[in-house]
């Protein structure tokens, strides 16, 4: 979809919605038009979806490299599980960072006794590439509860930091590279001013419609901010913006379903490596998701990444 030039925005991606079994999920990144912003090269809306008594989610172990998966909801519960180990629900307002360096395999489920009724699951999940020298890292997980993030608010805003700094709040999420992620909850007529403090930044529009130098945007909009000046946000009803950038990457990265990296050689091997069974697995798991398309080698399209 196109949109008139604007002196704030950049240029506007119009997220790509899918069904998934009974499941929205709306894609901002990466997309024709944009590939990554800062360091962020996945932006995914998952819901809002209402699973009746007796669903749920049930995304079977598979592989990651050379990125951070940002996990955060606004409504819900999703199990973490993941082959360092680690069990671990995440509930609105909390992040899960799980660092997969050179290789790390996990599944996303609903929990037993979350499928006793109706539930709601709604959120963002995010992929933050590494950068080159860090790409082959050791895997690591990290989950901060909702009372550890810090929230900036007055003036009809509430803006939760996920991730970085901004508005002179940090989380305490550890990072490998500049950046800034926060929820942020406006009232209507509320105005929200994103500083130029790095040079790629963008607004996704989660709910809502908002305001910026006389255009309006609404749900469903990644807006990529021009650089070098403070952008205001103005709601023009209640909205709910993910805030998202940071500093341009440093190189081009390639993406082929879950994996992530600078290297085209290194994909092909981590295609190998899950074909051959050399990731570890989730302890207590034995389901697995099979390499998608042709064995490594032959030419093949990227297939759609493991969601979430």
């Known amino acids: 979809m196109s949109q008139p030039p604007s002196p704030a925005v950049e240029t506007v991606v119009v997220g790509r919605t899918s069904d998934i079994g009974g499941f929205e ?132 805003k509430r803006v939760r930091v996920i991730a970085g700094a901004l508005f002179g709040a940090r989380s305490p999420a550890a990072t490998l590279s500049d950046l800034f992620y926060a929820d942020a909850l406006l009232e209507a007529g509320a105005r929200l001013e994103l500083p130029a403090d790095h040079e790629e930044r963008a607004i996704y529009v989660v709910e809502g419609t908002v305001e910026i130098a006389g255009d309006s945007f609404e749900a469903g909009r990644l807006l990529v901010l021009r650089p070098g000046d403070a952008i205001v946000a103005a709601a023009r009803t209640p909205a709910r913006l993910l805030l998202l950038g940071g500093e341009p990457m440093d190189g081009p990265r390639h993406i082929w379903w879950n994996f992530v990296s600078s290297s085209k050689e290194r994909i092909e091997q981590a295609k190998a490596d899950w074909l051959a069974g050399r990731f570890p697995p989730v302890p207590g798991e034995t389901e697995f998701i099979p390499l998608p398309g042709p064995p490594p080698g032959e030419p093949q399209a990227p297939p759609p990444v493991t969601y979430p």
């Open 25 to 156: 999920v709306r894609r901002a990144l990466p997309s024709v038009r944009r590939r990554m912003v800062g360091p962020f090269v996945f932006l995914d809306q998952m819901g809002p979806a209402m699973l009746r008594a007796g669903q749920g989610l049930d995304v079977r172990p598979h592989p990651h490299i050379g990125l951070a998966t940002v996990t955060y909801l606004f409504d819900g519960e999703i199990l973490h599980r993941d082959s360092l180990g680690e069990v671990q629900p995440i509930r609105p307002g909390e992040l899960n960072w799980m660092t997969a360096g050179r290789g790390i395999v996990h599944s996303e489920r609903t929990a037993p006794e979350m499928r006793a009724a109706d539930h709601t699951v709604y959120g963002a999940q995010a992929w933050v590439a590494l950068p080159a020298g860090r790409e082959e890292t050791d895997p690591a997980f990290a989950h901060h509860a909702a009372d550890r993030l810090p929230v900036v608010e007055g003036e009809g």
